[in-house]
């Protein structure tokens, strides 16, 4: 089994920036990580995903440029680093993890999952 846990949530104004965590424990270490989120009203969407060895990374096209994903595989951690929010980027956002060794941005494609942690982006 896999435990992941996110932290780093918050509130912050628009334009501002925030760095989240996902602590993974259990059967590490894990191939493909991933962030989601979901937006009130809205399903699930993918944000970015990495591999192992940070190599491979993949984006959505509504962050590109303004986030960051990031992993230390010694500390079984990833990070995202999020820049330039805007109000649209309000949602809870969700560690994922992938048993595959094949990148995806598909949440049915995620084995393992955190509980979220609350981003609010005032404007």
């Known amino acids: 089994q896999v435990q992941l846990v996110e932290s780093g949530g918050g509130l912050v104004q628009a334009g501002g920036s925030l760095r989240l965590s996902c602590a993974a424990s259990?059967?590490?270490?894990?191939?493909?990580l991933g962030w989601f989120r979901q937006r009130p009203g809205k399903e699930r969407e993918f944000v970015t995903a990495?591999?192992?060895?940070?190599?491979?990374?993949n984006y959505a096209d509504s962050v590109k440029g303004r986030f960051t994903i990031t992993r230390d595989n010694a500390k079984n951690t990833m990070y995202l680093q999020m820049n330039s929010l805007k109000p649209e980027g309000t949602a809870v956002y969700y560690c994922?993890?992938?048993?595959?060794?094949?990148?995806?941005?598909?949440?049915?494609?995620?084995?393992?999952w955190g509980q979220g942690t609350q981003v609010t982006v005032s404007s």
């Open positions: 259990g059967r590490t270490p894990l191939d493909w």
């Open positions: 990495i591999n192992y060895s940070g190599t491979r990374t």
């Open positions: 994922a993890a992938r048993r595959f060794m094949t990148e995806a941005r598909e949440a049915a494609q995620y084995d393992y």
